[in-house]
């Protein structure tokens, strides 16, 4: 029990944490031109990798199906890829939001797993 309340945490964590991932690569550039700069620091990008990567380990450390650990462990892979190699080409920009999609309906999905267990 004490462990299923854990990995549901994380799974809030994770899904939450992607989710403000793709408010701030959506709000940046209209606050960079109105002039608030401190928000497209890489700090910051490395906050939500740190992030979806505690949550998504903390998710995944349980018994769970593997199909779900899997997919999540790939959404991150994608996700931080992506976050690296944004400079190089404008896929790669698209590819963050997907993947923070897709680790936004993994956690949901590990959540409602979690709920029928």
């Given at each position: 029990?004490?462990?299923?309340?854990?990995i549901?945490?994380a799974?809030?964590?994770?899904?939450f944490s992607?989710?403000?991932?793709i408010?701030?690569?959506?709000?940046?550039?209209?606050?960079?031109a109105?002039?608030i700069?401190?928000?497209?620091?890489?700090?910051?990008?490395?906050?939500?990798?740190?992030?979806?990567?505690?949550?998504?380990?903390?998710a995944?450390?349980?018994?769970?199906?593997?199909?779900?650990?899997v997919?999540?462990?790939?959404?991150?892979?994608?996700?931080v890829?992506?976050?690296?190699?944004?400079?190089?080409a404008?896929i790669?920009?698209?590819g963050m939001?997907?993947?923070?999609?897709?680790?936004?309906?993994?956690?949901?999905?590990?959540?409602?797993?979690?709920?029928?267990?």
């Open positions: 029990m004490i462990q299923t309340k854990k549901y945490w799974d809030k964590l994770g899904a992607a989710l403000l991932c408010i701030h690569c959506l709000a940046v550039p209209t606050l960079l109105l002039g700069g401190f928000l497209s620091n890489p700090l910051i990008a490395f906050l939500f990798i740190l992030t979806a990567f505690i949550s998504i380990y903390k995944t450390n349980g018994k769970f199906k593997e199909g779900i650990s997919f999540l462990w790939i959404a991150f892979i994608g996700f890829i992506c976050v690296l190699l944004e400079e190089r404008e790669f920009e698209y939001f997907v993947f923070s999609i897709s680790i936004i309906i993994g956690h949901f999905y590990n959540i409602r797993n979690c709920l029928k267990s």
